[in-house]
């Protein structure tokens, strides 16, 4: 046994098999695990039954932060803590205190994301890696947002009380690159025609036609030949009325209602694979993707920015504060005429 640093942590080898675990001298119980394929991590054992925690890996949890992290479990652990309200209980405390505060979009964004981060319902066996854990998986705006969320509430734990250590403390939460894909012609009528007749099906050619974001369309009321959203589902929180035309008013008025994002996806590609020309080698895309392609082919079809931007809802990316409060107009007239021209256009690919 002898005291860790970075340079005897970087230097320990893996075992043949199984895994093995060095001791720090200056904490008892801590130390740093070697499992036989290389990864180090940082564990504490305590108690007459020896319990042991893990704590994160290094050097993902540097050296002095396992110890600071260490040294505060055993300090609650010896003082005979008692065990922090269960994951689901907790959750539940959560959101209940996220309804009396914020808007009720962002209540449903942070239920949808714990409710896919699934953690022991003891939330003294809750680490650093077990939630990293939990995220791994998730596409890379997922996890940071699952991460980002879990950490507001396991700070609203400690705060309330109901458990003592902050489990995500040290996650870093690392924001993904800004996505700049955008589909070719000959991409969007892969997906257009693979788009099954279901509600998703029609969710997804929404969002190529309106350069909606996905959680809107579920939200958008049709009056005419008017599309509104109201500000409570919109990422800015500004009501959105536009115009939309024929094809985009039949596809409203089916069913719309849909969950199952994920799995609903995994197969929209299988289809595209399987079943038309070259789609091996369409490179992967989000459905997110379909409001840069939107925005991109407006651009591409010379129709105006400013009209563009209002159509999407990016109506402070055109227009100043004090724009906004002078220029009432609402541009209908104008929007109808660039979205016949955008709508023509999606048809023609589409029956070429």
């Known amino acids: 046994m002898a005291r860790l640093t970075d340079l005897s942590i970087r230097s320990l080898k893996p075992p043949d098999s199984g895994q093995k675990t060095y001791l720090d001298d200056s904490i008892k119980g801590f130390g740093v695990r070697v499992s036989q394929g290389g990864t180090k991590t940082f564990v504490v054992t305590y108690g007459t039954d020896r319990r042991r925690e893990t704590l994160g890996q290094w050097p993902i949890l540097s050296l002095a932060k396992a110890r600071e992290v260490a040294q505060r479990l055993l300090a609650e652990r010896t003082m005979g803590i008692v065990d922090p309200v269960p994951y689901d209980e907790l959750k539940t405390l959560f959101l209940a205190d996220c309804k009396a505060r914020l808007r009720a979009k962002t209540c449903q964004d942070y239920e949808g994301l714990l409710r896919r981060v699934k953690l022991p319902q003891n939330l003294l066996h809750a680490t650093p890696t077990t939630i990293a854990n939990a995220v791994k998986d998730f596409t890379p705006s997922v996890r940071f947002h699952a991460i980002a969320v879990s950490k507001i509430l396991f700070k609203f734990g400690v705060n309330g009380g109901y458990l003592k250590i902050n489990?995500?403390?040290?996650?870093?939460?690392?924001?993904?690159?800004?996505?700049?894909?955008v589909l070719t012609d000959e991409e969007l009528i892969q997906v257009w025609r693979a788009a099954p007749d279901t509600a998703y099906g029609t969710t997804v050619k929404l969002l190529a036609l309106t350069g909606a974001r996905r959680n809107e369309v579920q939200h958008i009321v049709l009056t005419g030949d008017l599309a509104f959203i109201d500000g409570q589902h919109t990422k800015n929180h500004r009501d959105h009325t536009f115009p939309v035309t024929g094809h985009t008013i039949e596809l409203l008025g089916q069913d719309r209602a849909w969950s199952g994002w994920s799995k609903s996806k995994k197969d929209l590609d299988l289809a595209?694979?399987?079943?038309?020309?070259?789609?091996?080698?369409?490179?992967?895309w989000t459905l997110h993707d379909l409001r840069r392609?939107?925005?991109?082919?407006?651009?591409?079809?010379?129709?105006?920015?400013?009209?563009?931007?209002?159509?999407?809802?990016?109506?402070?990316?055109?227009?100043?504060p004090i724009e906004l409060v002078y220029d009432q107009h609402d541009y209908l007239e104008e929007l109808r005429e660039c979205i016949k021209v955008y709508t023509d256009h999606i048809a023609k690919l589409m029956a070429a």
Do not use: C
Request: charged share 30%; glycine share 6%; hydrophobic share 35%.
């Open 293 to 320: 392609t939107f925005r991109t082919k407006w651009a591409r079809l010379r129709l105006p920015r400013e009209l563009g931007e209002r159509y999407i809802n990016h109506v402070s990316g055109v227009q100043s």
């Open 272 to 284: 595209i694979h399987n079943h038309i020309a070259g789609a091996d080698k369409m490179v992967p």
């Open 167 to 181: 489990p995500a403390v040290t996650l870093t939460v690392r924001k993904s690159k800004a996505r700049k894909r």
